[in-house]
Each structure stands twice: as C-alpha cells, then as structure tokens.
C-alpha cells in the first residue's frame, strides 16, 4: 500500500471536526499507528499567548511518569565531585573542556545536558551550535545545576522539555504507540496539566485553543478541551 493510500485509509478512522475525550483519542490513536517502527505519540496544543511577550514565550519541562519510551544520551558539563555524580546517575557523557572542544568540531551525538553553573562561562561558547538544536543548557528549564545527580535521573526516566513556537503551538512526545492505554493516557494528563499550570497571568483570553493527538505518521485527532482540561493525572 502507498504511503498515500495507506494514510487515507487510517484517516478514514477519524471523523473530520469530531472531538473525542482524552481517553477515548488515546484509544484511537493507537489504532492510527500502521508503520514499520514504534511510533511516537504526540501531544500538540494550540495556545491563545503571543510568543513575543517575553512573559508569554511558554517554556519548561515536565517528568513524563511512563518515560516516552526512548533511551536518552544525556551529556553532562562538571568537574571534580560533581563529574562523579553524574557518572553514578547514569549520563552518558561527562567532561569539561574535552568535551567542549569535542563539540565545537562538530559532534552533537546526545540528546540532552546539564552543566554545573561554574561551567557555563566555558558552555557559553557552544551558544550557536546547542542553541539552534535546543541542547543549551538553561537555569530556567533546571539543567543548570548542582543537583547534577537527581536532574540527570529525571532526564533519563522520562522528562522532556517544551517551548511554545512562533505561532503559539507547543508539540511534545507522551509515548510510544506500544504503550498501554492507560500509561499513555497519564503521560498525556501529566503534560497537560503542566502546561495549565504555565498559564501566564499576562493572558485574559482563552488560553488553551485546542488539543490534538497523533503518531508520527497518522492524522490529528482532535481532544475535547473541557474533557482534557477537567482529567487530571494521578
């Protein structure tokens, strides 16, 4: 079957404009997923901010209580003592200048850091290279720290980063399509009760505009707002 042909007949699924309860889209949405690989469950949001209001350029992160089902390379920026601890909580990659300069030659091959703040005078000049990926280190976001220990376990046990885009749309992974209903279900109430939670004071309208669900390669499915804003995870 035809990549076209075979998203035509997954999205035969969804009926068009329908709005399903959070629950019942994750139920569905895990039919839409037909690829080869075990796709990923996405959660978009559509936000009533204006992103060029410093105080409503959403950004944070949240622990996901089911992981998103994906082994994270984390790279750690410490030295002495610090560089231990992060070894011990399991990053993958840990060093000072070496890596630095590692970086500055090209190499990108992780997926997430934290830096002790007495790094990021050194860290400060990778700006151009993590920055455009999203890898820079950031106080706001928690991955400056000296907690280097406890921020790397949440890394690798499932918290993931967000950050409204230009036109006030904020997407983020919630699972594998493998997952059971009812963990994919929690990752999603947990992404978006953090994101209500983030609601700048700043904002009078309607905050929240619209929620959708899907795979990687499957059609949106649209969330009813009163249901997904009323459904709170354990």
Known sequence: MSPGKRYRSISEKVEKNKRLSLAEAVRLVKTTAKAKFDET??????????????????????????????????????????EREATQAGADFVGSNDLIEKIQKGWTDFDATVATPDMMKDVGKLGKILGIKGLMPNP???????????????????????????????????????????????????????????????????????????????PGIRVELVDALASKAE
């Open 140 to 218: 706001k976001l928690g991955t400056v720290t000296f907690d280097v220990g406890k921020v790397v376990k949440e890394i690798k046990a499932g918290r993931i980063e967000y950050r409204v885009d230009k036109g006030g749309n904020l997407h983020a992974p919630v699972g594998k399509a493998s997952f059971e209903e009812g963990k994919l279900l929690e990752n999603a109430q947990s992404f978006i009760a953090e994101v209500v939670k983030a609601k700048p004071s700043s904002v009078k309208g309607q905050y929240i505009k619209s929620i959708t669900l899907s795979t990687t390669m499957g």
């Open 41 to 82: 469950v996405e959660v978009a949001m559509r936000l009533g901010v204006d992103p060029k209001q410093s105080d409503q350029n959403i950004r944070g992160a949240v622990s996901l209580p089911h992981g998103i089902g994906k082994k994270i390379r984390v790279l750690v920026f410490a030295k002495g003592e610090k």
